[in-house]
T-cell receptor
Framework: ETGVTQSPTHLIKTRGQQVTLRCSSQ?????VSWYQQALGQGPQFIFQ???????GRGNFPPRFSGLQFPNYSSELNVNALELDDSALYLC??????????????FGPGTRLTVL | DQQVKQNSPSLSVQEGRISILNCDYT??????FLWYKKYPAEGPTFLIS?????DKNEDGRFTVFLNKSAKHLSLHIVPSQPGDSAVYFC???????????FGQGTTLQVKP
């Protein structure tokens, strides 16, 4: 059984650019959540996708957007990058019937550096 | 305004002894409580959870205690092993939102 995978592993961008991060959910999982983890902090919820629709959003501006595809993989897009967007971006998937904040299985993350 | 706090950034314990990690939360509406472990260069790994209708849940060496009146959550690891050395995050959730709110993490070091 393949776990949650994310790409790329590391990424360096400059301020003002746009970035797309990708996530493949664990086999059989249909819900994907994205989190931002700044250095020395816990992960912060960005948003969640279920059946290709956004199903809850944290306190992040509209320049953070996402997509979920029919195969349940997902993308996180960030426009007009700012220095404070530098962080580890984590994707987590949940199995069917686990819409509650019960257990989410995390990928290894994408380390984004904005210069 | 942090809704979930882990007030101890780090904890050092001797192998074989008990490790106790603590977590406080502010909102009594939370109904799911979880602990995750994170190694460097890996994503958080789910350890153990408890719902608001219970006050204790045990899984092998790991036990989670929930004190709803104090809005306090703790994780006990007995006996502690060097492989337990990692960053531990508590997380809380409510209802069907799927949103988890994490604490800042506690770095546990278990010395051989």
């Amino acid at each position: 059984e393949t776990g949650v995978t994310q790409s790329p592993t590391h990424l360096i961008k400059t301020r003002g650019q746009q970035v797309t991060l990708r996530c493949s959910s664990q086999s059989g999982h249909n819900t994907v959540s994205w989190y931002q983890q700044a250095l020395g902090q816990g992960p912060q919820f960005i948003f969640q996708y279920y059946r290709e629709e956004e199903n809850g959003r944290g306190n992040f501006p509209p320049r953070f957007s996402g997509l979920q595809f029919p195969n349940y993989s997902s993308e996180l897009n960030v426009n007009a990058l700012e220095l404070d967007d530098s962080a580890l971006y984590l994707c987590a998937s949940s199995p069917p019937g686990a819409l509650k904040a019960d257990t989410q299985y995390f990928g290894p993350g994408t380390r984004l550096t904005v210069l | 305004d942090q809704q979930v706090k882990q007030n101890s950034p780090s904890l050092s314990v001797q192998e074989g002894r008990i490790s106790i990690l603590n977590c406080d939360y502010t909102n009594s509406m939370f109904d799911y409580f979880l602990w995750y472990k994170k190694y460097p260069a890996e994503g958080p790994t789910f350890l153990i959870s408890i719902s608001s209708i219970k006050d204790k849940n045990e899984d092998g060496r790991f036990t989670v205690f929930l004190n709803k009146s104090a809005k306090h959550l703790s994780l006990h690891i007995v006996p502690s092993q060097p492989g337990d050395s990692a960053v531990y995050f508590c997380a809380v959730g409510s209802g069907n939102t799927g949103k988890l709110i994490f604490g800042q993490g506690t770095t546990l070091q278990v010395k051989p």
